[in-house]
């Protein structure tokens, strides 16, 4: 069965870090292309970070150089490391292949909430 299931959000303040977790199952992980998807209230779900399954990485510039994404094949898990958040930020997070012919469907995604 595929499933993608994302935790790790919150709320946290302005400036602050969260570390996103994507567990991945029923389908070839390892090499699939990843990538960390975001919709806030009243937008489109956006593409803010991937990796391709030799490691390399790519971000939106509204996350570059604060949001580090990674993965681990043996644990089937992609990460987004997020710092210096921003209110811009608040969204709900999800994660899937990052091209859209083989994304898989969604998960039930992660609130990240930045907020004094």
């Known amino acids: 069965q595929v499933q993608l299931v994302e935790s790790g959000g919150g709320l946290v303040q302005p400036g602050g870090s969260l570390r996103l977790s994507c567990a991945a199952s029923?389908?070839?992980?390892?090499?699939?292309?990843m990538g960390w998807y975001r919709q806030a209230p009243g937008k489109e779900r956006e593409l803010v970070a991937a990796?391709?399954?030799?490691?390399?990485?790519t971000y939106a510039e509204s996350v570059k150089g604060r949001d580090t994404i990674s993965r681990d094949n043996a644990k089937n898990t992609v990460y987004l490391q997020m710092n210096s958040l921003e209110p811009e930020d608040t969204a709900v997070y999800y994660c899937?292949?990052?091209?859209?012919?083989?994304?898989?469907?969604w998960g039930q995604g992660t609130q990240v909430t930045v907020s004094s």
């Open positions: 899937n292949h990052a091209i859209s012919s083989y994304r898989v469907p």
């Open positions: 029923g389908f070839t992980f390892s090499s699939s292309y």
């Open positions: 990796i391709t399954s030799g490691n390399r990485t």
